[in-house]
């Protein structure tokens, strides 16, 4: 009989991934395990650490067994607290996949399609999160954790049991209100987590809280480890943010601060720079700049064209100005048909 091998994302293969170090998964689930391996390096990487901590365990044990005479409690106190460590990393990284993937459900179908993301299961992320709090504890009651270590834990089981609530909640809005605390907590547990403070920036405008979504972005850019990529998202959801509160001098600066240092290249989801930057300068009054603008669109992302269209027929704001400027407008059609002819 053929088994059909199937490539299964990053996520799902995080939360498997004990199971397969230990042999416990089936044949079908390990075959496809072994075709994620051989094709993702940083997952590679994960699972010979994982097979690291295991070795460091057995290792520890006949460590204690042939070497009475070196301290041998002192070893194992040094061994757990770093093992504490790392399952605190690794539930920062859970708990962020965690409040992305409520983030993800608790907005709609075009949100989800525009951050072009794919949430993990819930109920098997929150599992595996009890699982990894179970375990932790487990190492922390052996050593004497700093009152840190022991907060988070304590904070991480009761998120994932249900029992924190939010001091504000909002009916209808579960959620987005559960995607916060976790992400808020990835960050509590990792502050440079650059994805976690992006969704959580995200969140906040999502619920009309712009001014926190604004400190967000800012406390992000202010730091000089950040990729190109989030910088280049940050900027482009801070240009945003301040076009909501139509501080467009300010969104254009965003806008140009992409193109000026390159952070976006030719990636077809930044379309949506040129675009704004074009409208945000029509506001300004800055039309030759704003024709400019709009010719990047046409020019960098042929294929985003009909998005761009659809996008532009919305924009009322920017419709109502083009109905103001019948110039303006004539030679937007006359040179961009495919985005502003009837």
Do not use: W
């Amino acid at each position: 009989m053929t088994v059909e091998l199937r490539f299964i994302p990053c996520a799902d293969f995080e939360l498997a991934i004990h199971a397969y170090v230990d042999g416990e998964v089936n044949e079908v689930e390990a075959k496809d395990l072994v075709v994620h391996l051989e094709l993702c390096q940083p997952c590679r990487q994960a699972v010979e650490l994982l097979r690291k901590q295991v070795r460091i365990h057995r290792e520890s044990v006949e460590f204690g067994e042939m070497a009475d005479a070196l301290d041998q409690n002192a070893f194992l106190r040094r061994l757990h607290g770093r093992l504490i460590e790392e399952n605190l990393d690794r539930m920062a990284g859970l708990f962020f996949e965690l409040g992305k993937a409520y983030f993800l459900s608790g907005n709609d179908s075009k949100m989800r399609i525009y951050l072009h993301k794919k949430a993990i299961s819930i109920e098997r992320a929150r599992a595996e999160g009890r699982r990894l709090v179970k375990e932790t504890s487990e190492l922390a009651d052996r050593v004497d954790p700093s009152r840190e270590a022991r907060s988070s834990l304590k904070r991480a089981n009761d998120l994932l049991r249900g029992k924190r609530k939010l001091k504000d909640p909002k009916p209808g809005r579960t959620a987005l209100d559960n995607a916060r605390r976790f992400l808020e907590e990835c960050l509590i547990l990792k502050s440079d987590h650059s994805a976690a403070r992006l969704f959580l920036a995200g969140y906040f405008l999502r619920v009309d809280r712009v001014d926190e979504a604004i400190e967000e972005y800012h406390k992000l850019l202010g730091r000089t480890d950040v990729s190109k990529h989030h910088r280049a998202l940050a900027l482009q959801a801070l240009g945003n943010a301040h076009g909501i509160r139509r501080e467009y001098e300010k969104s254009v600066e965003c806008y140009e601060e992409i193109f000026r240092s390159d952070l976006a290249g030719d990636d077809p989801r930044f379309f949506h720079v040129p675009l704004g930057l074009a409208m945000f300068l029509a506001k300004l009054g800055r039309f030759d700049k704003a024709v400019e603008a709009f010719g990047r669109v046409v020019e960098n992302y042929p294929d985003k064209i009909g998005d761009a269209r659809a996008i532009l027929s919305r924009a009322e704001v920017f419709r109502g100005l083009l109905a103001e400027r019948q110039a303006f407008r004539s030679e937007l059609v006359a040179r961009y048909p495919m985005l502003f002819a009837s």
